[in-house]
């Protein structure tokens, strides 16, 4: 069965660096979405995205934020100067289904970030 | 915005038993509500969902049920096994969305054997 990957699975770095997080979606999929899981919180969503645009962000996606999809494969998420609050689990999700249709989304393993 | 609220934040259970966990949302746009399992060190893989044009869906051991007018819906595991040790999150979005996922703070679960 086809899996969505993360890369790297964990990445430790400093303050005010910048951190590129990588996915591989599944190959037919459409809709890529990133989430982050700060320890012992719930899962929450910072952005979509589809035809190489984002599509929705939440308040968390700051202009410290950004994402692309700069080879047809690969999907990244980048921040551009990390704060300490920005450590936590960050988890690549896709679907191949439309808007309106079904959601189903297929999360990867996760990248934990730590920022010290 | 959409609001997801999740009960109990910790369920054991003997194994053989079965274990209900219970999800409001605040949002009566919401139509798509998936449940998902997270194993320590893992993602969240996707166990169960219902649209809003259904009331019950089961699948073997899991089944799941919407209340549209009260706005809630349950996750409900039969003759567990200690394999569904993990922590559940239930989850909702609209169609108006990008497949947005709001999500609850989720449950740990334990079966004992």
């Known amino acids: 069965e086809p899996e969505v990957t993360q890369t790297p699975s964990h990445q430790v770095t400093q303050m005010g660096q910048e951190v590129i997080l990588r996915c591989v979606p599944i190959?037919?999929?459409?809709?890529f979405y990133w989430y982050r899981q700060i320890l012992g919180q719930k899962v929450e969503f910072l952005v979509s995205?589809?035809?190489?645009?984002?599509?929705?962000k939440s308040e968390i996606f700051d202009d410290q934020f950004s994402v692309e999809r700069p080879d047809g494969s690969n999907f990244t998420l980048k921040i551009r100067s990390t704060k300490l609050e920005d450590s936590a689990m960050y988890f690549c999700?896709?679907?191949?289904?439309?808007?309106?249709?079904?959601?189903?989304?297929?999360f990867g393993p996760g990248t934990r970030l730590t920022v010290t | 915005g959409e609001n997801v609220e999740q009960h109990p934040s910790t369920l054991s259970v003997q194994e053989g038993d079965s274990a209900v966990i219970k999800c409001t949302y605040s949002?009566?746009?919401?139509?798509?509500f998936p449940w998902y399992k997270q194993e320590l060190g893992k993602g969240p893989q996707l166990i169960i969902d219902?649209?809003?044009?259904?009331g019950e869906k089961k699948d073997q051991r899991i089944a799941v049920t919407l209340n549209k007018t009260a706005k809630h819906f349950s996750l409900h595991i039969t003759e567990t096994q200690p394999e569904d040790s993990a922590v559940y999150f239930c989850?909702?979005?609209?169609?108006?969305?990008?497949?947005?996922?709001?999500f609850g703070a989720g449950t740990q679960v334990v079966v004992t054997p």
């Open positions: 999700a896709n679907t191949n289904t439309h808007r309106g249709s079904s959601y189903e989304q297929y």
């Open positions: 190959s037919n999929h459409l809709y």
């Open positions: 995205f589809y035809n190489n645009e984002i599509s929705e």
């Open positions: 949002d009566s746009a919401s139509n798509y």
């Open positions: 219902i649209r809003s044009n259904v």
């Open positions: 989850a909702a979005s609209r169609t108006d969305s990008w497949g947005k996922l709001q």
